[in-house]
């Protein structure tokens, strides 16, 4: 391994081939109308032979610009862009003794067409417009078989990490259209994973707005963005798609397709995939996706993991998945657009755990033996439409239906002890449950969008309506004893019925007047919003009489109604200018919270709370390439219903679980700042974030342990005091060895300092946390030869508390890993991905570090169109899944079923038939 390490980083400091020249050019841009500076019109050159781009950069606030390269032409093509100006367009000639090339002031002519046309046609690799940044694709080289995350990956200051999570400038994406629609609903990682290059031309990356904000103008979510990927004009009718298929050592397996037909307006697209490796199956077996990374992919502690919001069982255990899904996209007449999609998911997880806790109290401790084994299977129907009716130029109406069917069946079993400080058994608990459920679901939103005049006056309404019915069967037996001077044995032999209702109305009023013609408004809002549930659970005995289940079990039964009204009338007052954009709204909240049990009446809870909410905002724009946002929220929530409830719920007689209806509601103060700049001459990224957030009246668990039998009886209480923060910073530099190869550096670090109150077994106390964490990276690529992407991050934390009880505690954690690819010889792709993490604060006993190495290599057939891949899972077979986990009252220790090493021979095949506008290309399939 020493060797092969070796051998990349002599590679990867290879020195510049000396034939290529170093070039710099520089001038002064501005309009030949008003003879004003021009900032951000795009420069670049192109090799005159055949028109490559070779570099680019953007003219600052003063239209200055330098452009600085290598290059083994002595003329290139030097090409000016700028949005409702004429091209520039002249030949440079190349300095042979590095001197700078220094041009003139060049002012830009006024384009004919430029008041009305709608979209400017450029061949520039980047336009800055007022608020869309666009690239052209063509613009930037990838591998022939790229798809849209590797193209992603090429444009600046876009950041995508291991898991597919996208970042740029610093902001999230959250939204990725295709040609302004949505491309199966709202996961980006299966549009950036399964959508190639070749198809698209442009990608445009906004602020993330609903269909509304877009319509009238407004300002849209400004912490995340949207990418919008524009379709060839000649590839907008057509079939292409890909298929895949695996099998492997231990019974391991993956199949996935995709067909995707497009005819202009009208797209529709169908997938499929199953697998026994943990994965959810839209990876397709592309090699720099393995073993199922996936973007917005999480992993529950009761062993399912979802993506996109969609569930496929277990994740700390092995999983079997399988999964159906479809798309349609349509526009229907003039004025109305139409989208949806069906997904059905299925999935059978098993799992064993086995954990070994240890508790600190604050005055001595106790110890805690579990294992556990869990079956879960689940079906899943999941289904979207969105219809969005332009009525004329004034009024939009959008209407956004869900569905929702899931069926689930889980086996549990459990087996439990308790140990006090000198060893000795204090408690010892078993349990056996067979759970089936069925979820129903359906919401609507239907928003309803008017304009008026054309200063920026509009009204709208929004109708949001939900219902949601969950229904249950639970068998469980357990059998709980406790030892000591009381001994106390109890056994249950059950069944419970659970049926839950809730249903949701919510109606928000905007009406939004112009004071300044688009500059100043006022907005007078209105939210109404009514939630109700109906939770009834109905446990019976077994009569060994009757050898039934109809003894009524009242302790263990409830029956609830729950209501949550809020009414909420706000002012908010917003000035826009060129440079400079803020916003505040003020608002008052009436809530009622009502609890209705019907069982036991005198648990009865109706509570009233009246607030006043305050939401600022400010942005000011440097530049284009360079801004600063600040904000301040104050917001108040009230405790949950369950937490007010006096009721006690002793489902678990270990753990009795008692509401406080004295609780208030918590009040939380939010604080942030960020900045984020790209510098498109020196191809530099910075970015900080900032936030932190004060809360009072906080509801925390107060958790009592009885000394003797160590049952534990937890309610709530609020404490006053605590905060969190957390801080990110970030900094990148691109270098551009030569047209070939560069070398991107990237040095970042987060923190997080906080402050919680809590209670430990009756005693208030407070924890102070603080951590930071360092991490320096850095990707070289040599075009169809190799990536070379090593990473080191070090985490160096505090904890510190006003206990004696707690010991203060100070450690560290490292992570350094290697990424690499190599594209030699012809036809092959080998890539590695390797991790090292080592805590050296482990006890003795435990392993400190571990070792993960994947690996992929890939050959090209059939003409590129199909892949042969060798998959190697956990090369050197460390992958334990044993864990320490140790907090402020606890230290645990636990293991569980984990994937392990398998090897994986699959083949792809890729087609296509994407072809000129209305036809499809002649030859009829063609493969790539």
Do not use: C
């Not at 289940?549 to 908010?572: A, C, V």
């Not at 400079?580 to 009865?604: A, I, M, Q």
């Not at 690996?855 to 003409?863: D, E, I, M, P, R």
Request: avoid cysteine; charge should be negative; aromatic fraction near 12%.
């Amino acid at each position: 391994m020493r060797k092969f390490l070796l051998l990349l980083a002599l590679l990867s400091v290879g020195s510049v081939f000396s034939q290529s020249k170093s070039f710099k050019v520089s001038g002064t841009l501005i309009g030949a109308d008003d003879q004003a500076p021009l900032e951000a019109a795009t420069v670049y050159v192109q090799r005159v032979k055949d028109s490559s781009l070779v570099s680019y950069t953007i003219s600052d606030r003063d239209g200055a610009f330098v452009l600085e390269d290598k290059t083994y032409d002595d003329k290139l093509h030097l090409l000016i862009s700028y949005v409702g100006y004429n091209t520039h367009s002249q030949i440079i000639k190349i300095p042979q003794d590095k001197t700078e090339l220094k041009l003139d002031v060049l002012p830009l002519e006024l384009s004919s067409n430029s008041l009305s046309e709608v979209v400017i046609q450029s061949t520039a690799p980047v336009t800055i417009k007022k608020d869309t940044l666009e690239f052209n694709v063509s613009s930037f080289k990838t591998k022939k078989d790229a798809n849209v995350e590797d193209l992603l990956k090429q444009l600046p200051g876009v950041e995508i990490d291991d898991d597919g999570k996208i970042k740029i400038n610093g902001k999230d994406v959250n939204k990725i259209l295709v040609n302004g629609k949505p491309f199966f609903g709202d996961d980006p990682s299966i549009t950036t994973k399964n959508l190639t290059k070749d198809i698209i031309e442009k990608i445009q990356i906004v602020d993330t707005k609903t269909k509304s904000e877009a319509f009238t103008g407004e300002k849209g979510d400004k912490d995340n963005k949207t990418i919008n990927l524009t379709i060839k004009e000649e590839n907008n009718k057509g079939v292409f798609g890909r298929v895949s298929a695996g099998a492997g050592t231990d019974k391991r397996y993956e199949l996935a397709g995709m067909v995707n037909v497009f005819d202009n307006d009208q797209r529709i697209s169908v997938l499929a995939g199953g697998n026994n490796t943990n994965s959810p199956g839209f990876s397709f077996g592309e090699i720099s996706k393995m073993f199922g990374r996936s973007g917005s992919t999480s992993w529950n502690s009761n062993g399912s993991f979802s993506i996109g919001g969609r569930s496929f069982g277990g994740g700390e255990g092995i999983t079997k998945s399988q999964n159906v899904g479809a798309n349609y996209a349509d526009k229907i007449g003039e004025f109305a657009d139409v989208s949806g999609d069906y997904f059905y998911s299925g999935s059978n997880s098993e799992n064993e755990s086995s954990s070994q806790r240890e508790t600190i109290l604050s005055d001595s401790r106790f110890f805690s033996n579990s294992v556990s084994r869990s079956v879960n299977d689940t079906d899943s129907h999941t289904a979207n439409l969105d219809f969005e009716i332009k009525v004329d130029s004034t009024f939009l109406i959008n209407i956004k239906p869900s569905f929702g069917y899931t069926t689930t069946q889980t086996n549990y079993y459990s087996s439990d002890n308790t140990l006090n400080e000198n060893q000795e058994l204090i408690n010892q608990s078993m349990l056996n449950s067979n759970v089936e459920s069925l979820g129903k679901r359906f919401s609507n939103n239907l928003s309803l969008t008017k304009k008026y005049g054309s200063d920026g006056a509009f009204f709208r309404l929004q109708l949001n309506n939900s219902i949601n019915n969950n229904e249950s069967d639970d068998y469980l037996s357990s059998d709980t004893e406790v030892f000591g001077s009381n001994p106390e044995s109890i056994n249950r032999n059950q069944y419970t019925s659970g049926l839950n209702k809730s249903r949701g109305l919510g109606v928000d009023f905007t009406y939004r007047l112009p004071v300044i013609s688009k500059k100043l408004f006022l907005n007078f809002e209105y939210e109404y919003d009514r939630d109700s549930d109906e939770n009834t659970k109905s446990t019976f005995d077994h009569n060994s009489i009757s050898n039934g289940f109809d003894d009524f079990n009242e302790e263990l039964s409830t029956d609830f109604d729950y209501l949550d009204t809020k009414h909420s009338p706000g002012l908010k007052v917003s000035y826009e200018t060129e440079k400079w954009f803020t916003s505040l709204k003020g608002s008052y909240v009436f809530r009622t919270l009502e609890n209705n049990d019907l069982l036991r009446e005198h648990f009865n809870v109706k509570k009233d709370f009246e607030a006043f909410e305050i939401d600022y905002y400010f942005n000011y724009r440097f530049s284009k390439k360079a801004s600063v946002y600040s904000g301040y929220d104050y917001k108040t929530a009230p405790p949950a219903l369950r937490q007010l409830q006096a009721y006690s719920d002793v489902s678990n007689p270990l753990n009795i679980v008692i509401g406080n209806p004295n609780l208030s509601p918590s009040n939380k103060h939010s604080f942030y700042l960020g900045y984020n700049s790209f510098d498109w001459q020196k191809r530099t990224g910075f970015y900080i974030y900032t936030n932190f957030d004060f809360n009072n009246n906080e509801v925390v668990s107060k958790t009592e342990v009885d000394p003797e039998t160590l049952k534990r009886i937890t309610t709530y209480a609020n404490v006053d005091g605590n905060y969190r923060g957390n801080a990110s910073v970030s900094y990148s530099k691109n270098f551009k060895l030569d047209s070939l190869r560069q070398v991107k550096v990237r040095l970042s670090a987060w923190g997080n300092l906080s402050k919680n109150i809590n209670f430990n077994n009756g005693v208030q106390y407070a924890s102070k946390v603080a951590s930071i964490t360092p991490n320096l990276s850095l990707e070289f690529d040599w075009k169809k030869v190799m990536e070379f992407k090593p990473y080191y991050r070090i985490t160096f934390s505090k904890n510190k508390y006003d206990i004696e009880a707690f010991e203060d505690r100070t450690f560290s954690r490292h992570n350094l890993g290697l990424r690499t690819a190599t594209f030699l010889p012809k036809n092959f792709e080998w890539r590695n991905d390797i991790s090292f993490n080592y805590n050296p604060d482990i006890a003795e006993g435990f392993q400190k570090d571990a070792w993960f190495w994947n690996s992929t290599l890939a050959y090209s057939v059939l003409k590129d169109q199909g892949a042969v891949t060798l998959k190697v899972y956990d090369l050197l077979n460390q992958n334990t899944n044993a864990r320490r986990t140790a907090t402020r009252d606890y230290i645990e220790d636990s293991q569980s079923t984990v994937l392990t090493q398998y090897f994986m021979l699959s083949f792809s095949w890729k087609f296509n038939s994407l072809g000129s506008k209305g036809e499809t290309r002649s030859g009829g399939m063609h493969f790539f």
